[in-house]
């Protein structure tokens, strides 16, 4: 009764369910591509159409005044100087002078 009743009043058969998933699909696109363009053309939350641009070789006069006076930021790539804080100094760390004490002691 209810496929009969889908066939005549819907013209609904079931040969037609690819063309249907077809159609399905080509929507699905289109509102994707559509979704796609919406989004590129949308400026992001903050942003404007300032570009910012470094001068080759800039850095300031700041900079360039400290590194002439020897005052510029150390890099480890530099060679010898003073250490980062944050960096082990060479030499034997806390772990290994525990390791002599406890084989001291043993021995």
Request: charged residues 20%; contains cysteine.
């Amino acid at each position: 009764m209810g496929q009969a009743w889908g066939n005549q009043a819907l013209e609904f058969y079931k040969s037609h369910v690819w063309r249907n998933f077809g159609i399905v699909i080509a929507l699905w696109l289109f509102c994707l591509f559509i979704c796609i363009i919406v989004i590129e053309r949308l400026p992001a939350a903050g942003s404007n159409k300032a570009v910012l641009l470094y001068k080759r070789g800039g850095g300031g006069k700041f900079i360039r005044a400290s590194n002439q006076n020897g005052n510029g930021p150390k890099d480890e790539e530099e060679g010898a100087g003073q250490a980062q804080p944050n960096e082990k100094q060479a030499g034997k760390t806390d772990s290994d002078k525990a390791k002599e004490q406890v084989h001291a002691a043993n021995t």
